[in-house]
């Protein structure tokens, strides 16, 4: 916890900042956690004031009367994965959308021209963007199954190497020998939770996702498919009733209120700032449209030259 870090170290600690005394304050707090809030771990990281970080922190650390632990990961995009396709699928949605609407209308396009070749492009968007997650998903499972049969079957028959390598990175990292052959020894103890440690210490392969590939390609895919297809039904509507130039604005408008949206969603993930990641993703609308008008502007000149030569 933060207000351990930063407390002064006593008189009598051994090394500068207090790292023994510390170190022995949090291993006696630690078997007395029963439960953690990492929502109020946060909060309490996030304080000013030190006594009140100090409070925090330990209230959140020592809720008791609970089975289990509250959270699946410090990081929620990597936990929510689907969540995280899904987001991601309907920022391209939108970015490709936006940006093939504003090049027809730089191009001046006919209205239907402009709808149906939009659709046609979100659609084989959405097709590959679904083809790519289902294919990445795919690869990397085989690849860590692969990967951790092949550590499996090298502690089962090589155990010392194993352990020397492990004890070797934890070395590297500043543990003393001693400690770090302590530590690798008693883990090497329980077979497949060594093997997971070393899955994740020494060729830095998290766990494959809990979704199937053919439902993390569905959740890419769709949102792909359903954010762009927003982007284009509201370029038919805006057409309609507002002049190109207006209608380019309030088309960019819509773009930038649905990547603020999104971008609000994601920091809820990640614990940023809400504020500043909305403005963040809703920026990403304005160098799409002004490209898009741009390349449209050039496209037609270049069409009107080519037709009358």
Known sequence: ARAIAKSSPPKDSPLPGGTHTNAARAAGFAREVTHRNIVAARRAFHEQDEASARKLSQEAHSIRGRSSWNEKGHSDELTNCGMTLMLRGAVEGIILGLSFLSLADG????????????????????????AREGLECQTYRAHYTHERRREQWELEHFPEGEVAEMV???????????????VVHDMAKIPEF???VMMMEELHMPPPSSLAPNEAALRSGCSSLISGGLMAFSHLLIGLCCSPPMSSVLLGMVACTALALLGFVRASRTHQGKRRLALQTASLALPCTLFGRFAGALL???VTVKLSS
């Open 300 to 302: 037609a000149r270049w």
């Open 168 to 182: 070797e990175l934890y070395v590297q990292r500043g543990l003393p020998h001693k400690e770090a052959r302590q």
């Open 107 to 130: 191009a001046k396009w006919p209205q239907a021209l402009c709808q149906g070749a939009a659709s046609a492009m979100v659609a084989c968007w959405a097709m590959l963007s679904a």
């Open 194 to 196: 060594f093997v997971d």
